[in-house]
Structure formats: structure tokens, C-alpha cells
């Protein structure tokens, strides 16, 4: 396999003309390399704070029209051209570094099949921090040609009429989440979650302060009344010690004898 020089390039070009390239154009060749430019249809998602979100649909631009891929969106671009690749040759295609270096990504691969007839679907991906502004007829695309052994016999059939469809845009037709945005959920959750910590310890200090000025007010009442209990208690014997034996019953003091006179013999009482 050998990539193709810009020289072959416009030396095919300009055999086959429109069959190679629609619109060839030899002051689109950059070293190696074809330059495609925008074409008029594309297809961007909505980010989930976007007023639009959830009308997610195609557009078609007038020459030299601009839009806008925001941060951390996905897009679909079309190119102007047709592209025709011989059946013996397969091609390899990137974006320019310009739109690069803003954060664009292709992730829609990076080759095209021998045979294949058609405009080329770019899907890309902003990863930048700003949003990527771009036009129709903008040089935006580069491809590469290179030879293979013999020619396939297994190719793409042709399609020049093809174009965004429902089908290859319904699996986009939901929410996307940039990380500037998940940044700023965090950020709100975070406040949130403050406010929330403020609250509880307001609360958790006020009914602390509410049950501490109820035991200050009900502990040193029940602690006086009970001393008063138990010294009322204490002084009409109503109340012992727990556990204490009972006190005896009072004893009479023992009756005297009388004294008997000195000299006289004493009677015993009967």
C-alpha cells in the first residue's frame, strides 16, 4: 500500500474530474492530502439546560451560512462533495488541525471504503471549552488516498442522494450532559447540600437550647419538692429508711418497790 501524492492526486482529478470528486478543484489540494469543505446540511444535540432541548432535528444553511457547536455537543456534518473512491483504492479521512485545536473530535472513524460513492458523514464531537463556529463551504475536511494491491471486489454501492437520516439521528435524540454542565450540578449540588447542613445544625441548636431551659426550670423544682417531701416525712415518722428494721415499741420503766422506813420490817406488795 502507498499513499497517493498530491501530484496524483491532481493528475486523477483531472482524468476523471467530477467521477473522482465533485467540484474538483486543484487549489483544494493540501500536500498529500484533498481538502472537502462543509456542506449545506448538519445536525447538532441540545445540551439539557438548552431552551430548545428535545427539538433535536436537521438543518439545512444557505451558502456561506454559519452555526454554532456548543460545548460538549455532538454534531453531524455533511460535506459539499461527492466523493467517488476506485474500486483499487481506499481512502482515510480527518479533520484540520484548525478546528482541532478548538476542541473538535472526529469520532466517526477514519477510512472510507473502496467503492464508495457518496457525501461523507462527519460526526463530531466538541471537547472544548467554547463553543466551535463553522460555516458552510468552510475547507473543514481532509482526506487520503492510498493503493491497494488489486481492486476490491467487495465495495460500497453508490448513494449521491444520501443525507442526514431519521436513522442515524435517532440514537442522539436524547439529553446530553457536557462536563461544563455536570460541573455546575455538582456546584449547585454542593450548595444544596450546605444549606441543608446550615438548617439542620440551626434546628439541632434550637431544640437543644429549648430541652436544656426545660431541665433547667423542671430539675431544680422536683429536686425541692422531693427535699420537702422527705422532710415532711421525716418529721411525723412516715417515712424510714429502705431496708431498715422497724423501731421496737417504747419499754415501761420498771416499777420501784416503796422504801420502807429504817428500823421497819418491809411488806411485800400483794
Known amino acids: 500500500m502507498s499513499f497517493w501524492s498530491g501530484e496524483k492526486i491532481k493528475e486523477y482529478g483531472d482524468l476523471h474530474g467530477d467521477r473522482f470528486i465533485s467540484d474538483f478543484d486543484v487549489n483544494q489540494i493540501d500536500c498529500n ?3 472537502l469543505r462543509m456542506g449545506r446540511e448538519y445536525f447538532v444535540t441540545t445540551a439539557s439546560t438548552d431552551p430548545a432541548r428535545g427539538r433535536n432535528q436537521r438543518h439545512l444553511l444557505d451558502p456561506y451560512v454559519s452555526f454554532v457547536i456548543p460545548a460538549g455537543q455532538f454534531a453531524f456534518l455533511l460535506t459539499r462533495e461527492t466523493l467517488d ?3 483499487e483504492v481506499m481512502a482515510f479521512i480527518s479533520m484540520k488541525a484548525t478546528y ?4 473538535l473530535i472526529n ?9 464508495y460513492r457518496c457525501p461523507l458523514v462527519f460526526a463530531v464531537y466538541n471537547a472544548g471549552p467554547a463553543p466551535v463556529h463553522l460555516r458552510e ?9 492510498a493503493d491497494l494491491d488489486r481492486a476490491s471486489k467487495k465495495t460500497r454501492p453508490a448513494n449521491t442522494d444520501k443525507a442526514l437520516d431519521n436513522n442515524l439521528l435517532k440514537g442522539m435524540s436524547g439529553e446530553i450532559y457536557s462536563l461544563q454542565e455536570l ?3 455538582i456546584a449547585n449540588l454542593r450548595r444544596d447540600m450546605r444549606i441543608q447542613w446550615t438548617i439542620f445544625v440551626a434546628a439541632a441548636g434550637i431544640f437543644a437550647l429549648v430541652v436544656g431551659s426545660i431541665l433547667s426550670f423542671a430539675i431544680p423544682r422536683g429536686l425541692t419538692a422531693a ?6 416525712g421525716k418529721t411525723q415518722g412516715a417515712v424510714s429508711p429502705v431496708g431498715a428494721a422497724p423501731a421496737p415499741p417504747p419499754t415501761q420503766p420498771p416499777a420501784t418497790q416503796p422504801q ?11
Do not use: C, M
Not at 427535699?227 to 415532711?232: D, G, H, S, T
Open 260 to 270: 420502807a422506813p429504817a428500823g421497819l420490817p418491809v411488806e411485800p406488795n400483794p
Open 33 to 35: 492530502a484533498y481538502t
Open 183 to 185: 460541573l455546575r450540578e
Open 227 to 232: 427535699y420537702e417531701f422527705l422532710a415532711i
Open 100 to 103: 482541532k485545536f478548538q476542541g
Open 107 to 115: 469520532v466517526s472513524g477514519f477510512h472510507v471504503d473502496p467503492g
Open 85 to 87: 473512491v476506485p474500486k
Open 137 to 145: 463551504g468552510l475547507p473543514l475536511f481532509l482526506v487520503w488516498f
